[in-house]
């Protein structure tokens, strides 16, 4: 019953996601959703990226409502 977004996640490997989020999930769950979506990268440090204009995602507890994430392309970086 919350709103939702979808979000495209460009890997590292060159693979994509494409997930739904609540606008109330925060950076940290995206992270989560990569580790739980692919297990090999469980273990392995890495950052996210807006794709266009390219911006770090550095707080884990930002929203995605409030990162203006909503309907956008995220990138993972190694």
Known sequence: SLPTTSIQLRLADGSRLRAEFNLSHTVAD???FIRASRPDMAGRAFR???AFPQQQLDD???TIEGAG???S???QRM
Do not use: G, K
């Open 48 to 50: 996210l990226a807006t």
């Open 30 to 32: 995206i992270r989560r």
């Open 73 to 75: 392309v995220i990138m």
């Open 69 to 71: 994430l909503a309907n």
């Open 60 to 62: 884990d507890s930002a």
